[in-house]
């Protein structure tokens, strides 16, 4: 099982970016993907995620409104839209599957928001 996140860069505060992360090797389709993050010298914390079975979406109350969460079942990719980005959203951002319960994770995507 293969995750592969990409989309990261660096933005001004108040700017948008995607991210993507394909799965391949199988599918999650009977759970779900999510996205966490970890910022220099934090802990990783989750962010959104989606669940396959039911549409169900979930946020960190720090992105509620900011960023959604969305998936295209063909490609077994899920898509992180990040809007109004501040200079506190800058992390690694990781993508993880299944949800709940992650035990596999993508390689990271550097996210930088320059204030």
């Known amino acids: 099982v293969q995750l592969q996140a990409f989309g990261g860069g660096l933005v001004q505060a108040g700017g948008s970016l995607r991210l993507s992360c394909a799965a391949s090797g199988r599918t999650f389709s009977s759970s779900g993907m999510g996205w966490f993050r970890q910022a220099p010298g934090k802990e990783r914390e989750f962010v959104a995620a989606?669940?396959?079975?039911?549409?169900?979406?979930y946020y960190a109350d720090s992105v509620k409104g900011r960023f959604t969460i969305s998936r295209d079942n063909a490609k077994n990719t899920v898509y992180l839209q990040m809007n109004r980005l501040k200079p506190e959203d800058t992390a690694v951002y990781y993508c993880?599957?299944?949800?709940?319960?992650?035990?596999?994770w993508g390689q990271g995507t550097l996210v930088t928001v320059s204030s």
């Open positions: 989606f669940r396959w079975n039911d549409g169900s979406t």
């Open positions: 993880a599957a299944p949800f709940p319960g992650p035990n596999y």
